[in-house]
């Protein structure tokens, strides 16, 4: 389309989802209607007909979780993230990111995901950072540049992890002010939640929370620390009261997949108002490393078949990082969808990926998506043409090998106690196993589709 059409487009758009914000959810499918007359890619159409479809269904989960959603929000948070995801992040910049991919000749990814601090409050069991400084931290210029070069690049969704992040409250704060058209989204422990800082998120209106959490109260403070699990409670109902959007983070291992797949566990989120989950497998990386405490290959199988079926039952956006691969078409690090930067400022493809071939301290993040390090990734995703086999490091450990010595990639770990040749080892086993009980999985789900 040509630039006036484009941009008058994009207006129109901003005006109509500025009033589909302020909107009950019963008067959308007059907007969708409208929508559809709009001049936008082909994959935004086939958005419109999922909304279409849910919107007929008053009864579905899905209709449930949009009504819940737009009425229990804060109407400036609302729009304010509205706005920034699916305008910004979405509509216009996942446009930008196609045009400038197609410039540099390697992927833009949609989310950055960044370190503001190693240092914790918390000392988590198995922690995925913690074999980190605990020390480093990224100063408030280079976390504002960063976000600045990936706005240029047509990035609006930060993603800030740890350490943890809101011991960098009042920078964090800062940055949602200076960079108003993104959606800064904080993985926390949820312990340093306080009122202050949860009228400062209602006043800048584009933060999002996923509280980490391991199950139920002994779960979690078995693993993070005693009364953590109330502080957690104590601080979604802040956030709830507040009308602020949240979710959780979970890691599911050997000892609490059940508990994490159960009904319960799922009907008290929802209860609680969050409106997402995160579900993470333990990789045994950072702290504490244990290949035992990794969930068994039929556990990761099981989780697979529980969030199908709270997908099609339950009013949450459930999103498994590792089993969701078939929707993602694969692995989405190594700048494909996203990639991570600690806070010493290595840029790693992944945050369980603990390589980099070099640091944001010293160039853009235009050249760092097109380190060696980042090359050697992309060049050989999809690492399994088994999407349900999706990941180089526990998946397909032997691909893992490959780009460290193609790309000449250092260890970003204090302990670099252990070689790619022999992580790959130690994960043989459980790659094995998981492959064939995917390699069935896949099968199926190739015949279903034939």
Request: charged content about 30%.
């Amino acid at each position: 389309m040509d630039l006036a059409r484009s941009q008058l487009g994009e207006k129109i758009v901003g005006q109509g989802l500025k009033y589909l914000l302020s909107k009950d959810i019963d008067d959308l499918d007059k907007l969708i209607y409208w929508a559809e007359k709009l001049p936008m890619p082909q994959n935004h159409r086939v958005y419109l007909e999922s909304a279409k479809k849910f919107l007929k269904d008053k009864d579905s989960n899905w209709y449930q979780f949009a009504q819940r959603l737009l009425r229990e929000t804060d109407p400036y948070v609302k729009e304010k993230i509205g706005m920034n995801f699916f305008l910004n992040a979405n509509f216009l910049g996942v446009q930008r990111q196609n045009k400038m991919a197609k410039e540099l000749g390697h992927s833009v990814p949609w989310a950055i995901l960044i370190d503001p601090t190693e240092r914790c409050n918390l000392n988590c069991t198995g922690c995925w950072a913690g074999d980190y400084q605990r020390s480093e931290e990224l100063d408030f210029e280079t976390l504002d540049r960063v976000m600045t070069e990936a706005e240029e690049l047509g990035i609006f969704f930060t993603i800030m992890s740890g350490g943890e992040p809101t011991l960098r409250k009042r920078d964090i704060i800062k940055l949602a002010e200076k960079h108003p058209s993104q959606v800064i989204h904080l993985f926390t422990n949820g312990t340093l939640v306080d009122d202050e800082f949860v009228a400062e998120m209602m006043r800048v209106g584009n933060i999002t929370l996923a509280f980490s959490i391991e199950g139920f109260e002994e779960s979690t403070d078995s693993r993070r620390g005693k009364s953590v699990f109330k502080k957690v409670m104590e601080a979604m109902d802040r956030m709830r009261k507040a009308g602020l959007i949240f979710g959780v983070s979970v890691t599911y291992t050997r000892k609490n997949t059940e508990e994490l797949a159960s009904e319960e566990f799922v009907d008290m989120l929802v209860d609680k108002g969050a409106t997402f989950a995160w579900y993470f497998t333990y990789v045994p990386v950072g702290k504490d490393v244990d290949v035992e405490l990794m969930a068994t290959p039929e556990q990761r199988a099981y989780m697979y078949e529980k969030v199908l079926e709270y997908r099609r039952t339950k009013p949450i956006f459930i999103m498994d990082f590792w089993n969701d691969g078939e929707i993602s078409h694969g692995c989405i690090a190594g700048g494909k969808r996203y990639l991570h930067i600690n806070a010493k400022g290595d840029v790693e493809p992944c945050a369980f990926v603990h390589y980099a071939t070099c640091n944001i301290k010293d160039l853009s993040l235009k050249d760092a998506l097109s380190s060696p390090l980042m090359l050697a990734y992309q060049k050989r995703q999809p690492f399994n043409m088994n999407h349900h086999r999706p990941c180089p490091l526990i998946d397909n450990p032997e691909m893992m090998v490959e780009i460290v010595r193609e790309s000449g990639a250092y260890s970003t770990q204090v302990n670099a106690d252990e070689t790619p040749e022999e992580f790959a080892q130690k994960l043989k086993n459980y790659s094995d196993s998981w492959g064939r009980l995917a390699d069935a999985k896949w099968a199926k789900s190739c015949a279903a589709v034939k």
